[in-house]
C-alpha cells in the first residue's frame, strides 16, 4: 500500500466522512495525530492532490481511492521519506495503485515488463502510461507531465 495513500485516507477514515474541508484535513494529520508540523499537513495534501490521491469538490476535499478498502495499520505513522519529492514515475504508480486497485508491488513489475516488452526503448513513464491504459486507468491529467519529461528535456550537445 503506498505511503501517501495511507496519510491521506487516515483524516477521512478518522472522522468517518467521504469529504472534509481542507483545515479539518490538515488538522487532523497535524494537531489530532501529532504526524507532522501544519505547514508540512500543508505540502502533504499538496502532494497528495498533485498525485490524484485527492481532489477538490467545491472547498471539500474527496478522495479518488475507495477509502473503505483501506486500512491503516495500528501505529502507522508517516515515514520521513514521505516528506521527499516523488519523482513522475512514483506519481504514476501511486496513481494507478489508487485508481485500479492494484498493489504498488504489482503495478512495478507491470511497468517493468511493459518496459522489457520494448526492449527497453521507451521511458520507464511511457512504460507507466501505457500500464495505466492496458488496466483502463484514467491518469489524463498527468500526461503533461510526463510529456515535458520525456520531450521537453533540455537537448544534450552532441
Known amino acids: ?10 483524516p477521512f477514515k478518522r472522522n468517518n466522512k467521504r469529504s ?17 508540523a501544519p ?20 472547498s471539500e ?15 502507522f505513522k508517516p515515514s520521513p521519506s514521505l516528506f521527499q519529492e516523488r519523482s513522475l514515475i512514483e506519481d504514476i504508480i501511486a496513481i494507478i495503485v489508487a485508481r485500479c486497485g492494484k498493489n504498488t508491488k504489482d ?21 507507466g502510461l501505457l500500464v495505466a491504459k492496458d488496466l483502463g486507468c484514467d491518469i489524463n491529467p498527468i500526461y503533461d507531465r510526463v ?4 520531450f521537453r528535456t533540455e537537448e544534450k550537445p552532441t
Not at 39 to 58: H, P, T, Y
Not at 61 to 72: C, G, H, M, T, Y
Not at 107 to 127: G, H
Not at 147 to 150: G, L, N, S, T
Open 147 to 150: 510529456y515535458e519529461r520525456v
Open 1 to 10: 500500500m503506498d505511503e501517501l495513500m495511507l496519510v491521506a485516507a487516515t
Open 20 to 36: 472534509l474541508p481542507i483545515k479539518d484535513f490538515e488538522f487532523v494529520l497535524s494537531f489530532d495525530l501529532k504526524w507532522m
Open 39 to 58: 505547514d508540512a499537513a500543508s505540502k502533504i495534501r499538496d502532494k497528495a492532490i498533485g498525485a490524484q490521491l485527492l481532489r477538490f469538490e467545491g
Open 61 to 75: 476535499l474527496i478522495p479518488a481511492f475507495d477509502i473503505e478498502k483501506i486500512d491503516i495499520p495500528p501505529g
Open 107 to 127: 503495478v512495478i513489475v507491470l511497468i517493468n515488463n511493459k518496459q522489457e516488452e520494448f526492449d527497453d526503448l521507451v521511458d520507464i513513464e511511457i512504460a
